[in-house]
C-alpha cells in the first residue's frame, strides 16, 4: 500500500491538534479511517495556554499513539492578536483578514508536521482547515492545502523516492454545523475542544471572539449542546 492511501490500514499519519473542535474531529476521522495517530501541537506562546490542555484531553480521548507538544515561540515575531499585545476583536466576523491571523502559522505548522510525517515513514497529515466557516485566513483555503501538498513532494527525500504525499483536509468544505454534527457522530464530548481567542481568567470564553461567534453559531444551527462555558449572552454574540 502506497503512503497517502486514505484506507489507513494502522499506518501512521501526523494530525494538527491545536485542542479545537476541528482539530478534535480531524484526529477522530484519522483514527477512524485506521490510521495510527502522531498528533502535532504547537506551544508557540499564544495569548493563552487553555488550548494547550485541551489539546492534551483531546489526544488522550482519541487516543493517540504518540503527542507532541512542539515549543515555537512565534511571540519572537508578534504581528498578531495571538502572539502580540494587540487587542482581540469583539465586534463581529468581518470580511477582511482580522489580527488574530498568525503570519503563516499554518505554513509553517505543515512544514513541521512534513518533517515529522517523513522522519516516520508517512506521506499523510491531516490538518482541519475549512474555507466556509473561517474568520478569512488565506492559509485556510483550498489552493493553499493543494499548494503545499505539491511543495511537499519535492520537498523530501521521501516523495523524491515516489512516496506520495497527502494533505487530509477533510474538513474543508463543511460548515461549523456540519462539523459540530460529526462530532457527534464520532461519539466526541465537545466539551473538552477549545475555541476562545480572549479566555476570561475564571475559565470562561469570551463568546465574542471571531472564533467563539462561529462556534457558537454553528451548534446553535446544528442544534447540538455546546459545552462550553460563555461569558457573553446569546443577545451579545449575535
Known amino acids: 500500500m502506497t503512503a497517502g492511501d486514505t484506507t489507513g ?15 478534535m474531529v480531524c484526529a477522530a476521522l484519522a483514527r477512524e479511517q485506521g490510521f495510527r495517530v502522531l498528533a502535532l501541537t504547537f ?5 493563552h495556554r487553555v488550548e494547550l490542555d485541551a489539546a492534551r484531553r483531546v489526544a488522550a480521548r482519541v487516543g493517540v499513539e ?3 507538544v512542539l515549543p515555537l515561540d512565534l511571540r519572537q515575531f508578534g504581528g498578531s492578536a ?15 483578514i482580522p489580527v488574530t491571523y498568525v503570519p503563516a502559522r499554518n505554513l509553517v505548522f505543515l512544514s513541521l508536521a512534513l518533517a515529522w510525517a517523513e522522519a516516520a515513514g ?5 490538518i482541519g482547515v475549512n474555507a466556509l466557516d ?13 499548494g503545499f501538498e505539491s511543495l511537499a513532494r519535492v520537498a523530501t527525500t521521501f516523495g523524491d523516492k515516489g512516496g506520495k504525499v497527502t494533505i487530509h483536509a477533510p474538513l474543508q468544505y463543511l460548515k461549523k454545523a456540519d462539523i459540530a454534527r460529526e462530532a457527534v457522530r ?5 466539551g473538552e475542544s477549545w475555541s476562545c481567542y480572549d479566555p476570561l481568567p475564571d475559565g470562561r470564553a469570551c463568546g465574542l471572539c471571531d472564533s467563539c461567534r462561529l462556534r457558537r453559531a454553528g451548534f446553535a444551527e446544528a442544534g447540538i449542546e455546546d459545552g462550553t462555558r460563555y461569558a457573553a449572552g446569546d443577545a451579545e454574540a449575535t
Open 134 to 146: 473561517y474568520s478569512g485566513y488565506p492559509d485556510c483555503r483550498p489552493e493553499f492545502i493543494s
Open 82 to 96: 495571538l502572539t502580540d499585545d494587540i487587542a482581540v476583536p469583539k465586534d463581529g466576523v468581518g470580511p477582511d
Open 66 to 68: 504518540r503527542h507532541v
Open 122 to 126: 508517512s506521506g499523510d497529515i491531516f
Open 43 to 47: 506551544d508557540y506562546n499564544q495569548r
Open 9 to 23: 490500514a494502522e499506518r501512521r499519519a501526523v494530525v494538527l491538534l491545536s485542542g479545537g473542535l476541528d482539530s
Open 186 to 190: 464520532l461519539g466526541l464530548d465537545v
